[in-house]
């Protein structure tokens, strides 16, 4: 059975990312010493900033675990989506489009916020906690 990790103050230490294949792999060194790894399938949107030589986690949020607010969605969504520089414009039906895309599970979407460093946004077909 899985158990949920605590991603809480937790260090991403590694990232591989697929493009022909559209995979992401996130690896996370917990406060516990364990490591955990995050894997997301069918990346259709991502975007890395700010990662440096510390990057330390204060929330891993995915919406098949946890219900993210309309605005929220479209907020992060839009960040994945621009580039420096020059923020991307999204359009009501597009934001509406990713929500009920979201709220019926065709896609996914991971969050995570840092407290030192890196911060992530995907959108894709699926996440999955490697153990």
Same mark, same amino acid.
């Given at each position: 059975?899985?158990?949920?990790?605590?991603?809480?103050?937790?260090?991403?230490?590694?990232?591989?990312?697929?493009?022909?294949? =559209?995979?992401?792999?996130?690896?996370?060194?917990?406060?516990?010493?364990?490591?955990?790894?995050?894997?997301?399938?069918?990346?259709?949107? %991502?975007?890395?900033?700010?990662?440096?030589? =510390?990057?330390?986690?204060?929330?891993?949020? &995915?919406?098949?675990?946890?219900? %993210? =607010?309309?605005?929220? &969605?479209?907020?992060? &969504?839009?960040?994945?989506?621009?580039?420096?520089?020059?923020?991307?414009?999204?359009?009501?039906?597009?934001?509406?489009? %990713?929500?009920?895309? &979201?709220?019926?599970?065709? %896609?996914?979407?991971?969050?995570?916020?840092?407290?030192?460093?890196?911060?992530?946004?995907?959108?894709?077909?699926?996440?999955?906690?490697?153990?």
């Amino acid at each position: 059975m899985y158990q949920q990790k605590n991603y809480h103050d937790a260090e991403l230490v590694g990232l591989y990312y697929a493009r022909d294949r =559209q995979h992401l792999l996130l690896n996370f060194q917990l406060v516990d010493g364990d490591l955990a790894v995050v894997r997301c399938d069918g990346v259709t949107h %991502f975007r890395l900033g700010e990662m440096g030589l =510390q990057n330390v986690t204060s929330r891993l949020l &995915i919406s098949s675990e946890r219900e %993210f =607010q309309p605005d929220e &969605i479209r907020n992060h &969504i839009n960040w994945a989506c621009s580039r420096d520089g020059h923020e991307h414009a999204m359009t009501d039906s597009r934001a509406a489009y %990713f929500r009920t895309s &979201i709220r019926h599970r065709q %896609f996914t979407l991971l969050v995570l916020e840092p407290s030192v460093g890196a911060e992530v946004a995907v959108l894709c077909k699926s996440v999955t906690h490697v153990e």
